[in-house]
């Protein structure tokens, strides 16, 4: 494992801010807001990924809605219970932000993970014959707290992944993305919910 905790845990995301800040919380007196960024694949679909940020970056003047961005930071969740349900929430702490580049259009959304697998790895064959894996990965930070992260590999690294135990180090390159999905309620009505989740390009075993 990286010594350098800050080297475990890298997002660059660039794309359009599609919402409001939204305040969320407050910790030691530096206030966190909430925002939607739509940043784009390659097919003509983005992917609306939620981003968390600060005041004290002083930028709220200055990016609004419409504005073109990147941002530096890390992959963050949290728990919600909001709905009396334990809900994995994923969302990009911004560390920095800028306007986008020309040139960082090229690679909108990169993630980049050194982390520990903390439950089975699930793998799995879509109807489609697409092989799919899913992975929880535990990724270390400061002060002894860690963020627990979804992610998907597909192929040959989903066949690899399916081979890896609870426990294993493992690094990994890929994107953040969004995915709707349908759940059936009690009731009998349908509720479209999103999930966030680490699609990854690239993956490998950490030796020992």
Sequence with gaps: MHNDLRQNNIVTISGEI??????THE????????????????SS???IIPVTIS???GVFDIFKIGSRVTINGQLRSYNDFSQQKNHLILTVFTKDIQPEEEDEKAIPNQVLLNGFICKKPIYRT???GR??????????RAYNKSDYIPCIAWGRNAKFA???NVGDNIKLTGRMQSRNYQKKLEDGTILVKTA????????????E
């Design 18 to 23: 599609i919402s409001d800040y939204t305040y």
């Design 27 to 42: 910790v030691f007196g530096e206030k966190f807001y909430s925002f939607n960024l739509a940043s784009k694949r390659l």
């Design 45 to 47: 679909n983005s992917d």
């Design 55 to 57: 005041d004290r970056l």
């Design 126 to 128: 879509t109807p489609f």
């Design 131 to 140: 092989e799919i894996s899913d992975i929880l990965l535990a990724v270390n």
């Design 162 to 164: 399916g081979k890896l």
């Design 196 to 207: 966030y989740e680490v699609s990854i390009s690239k993956l490998e075993l950490v030796s």
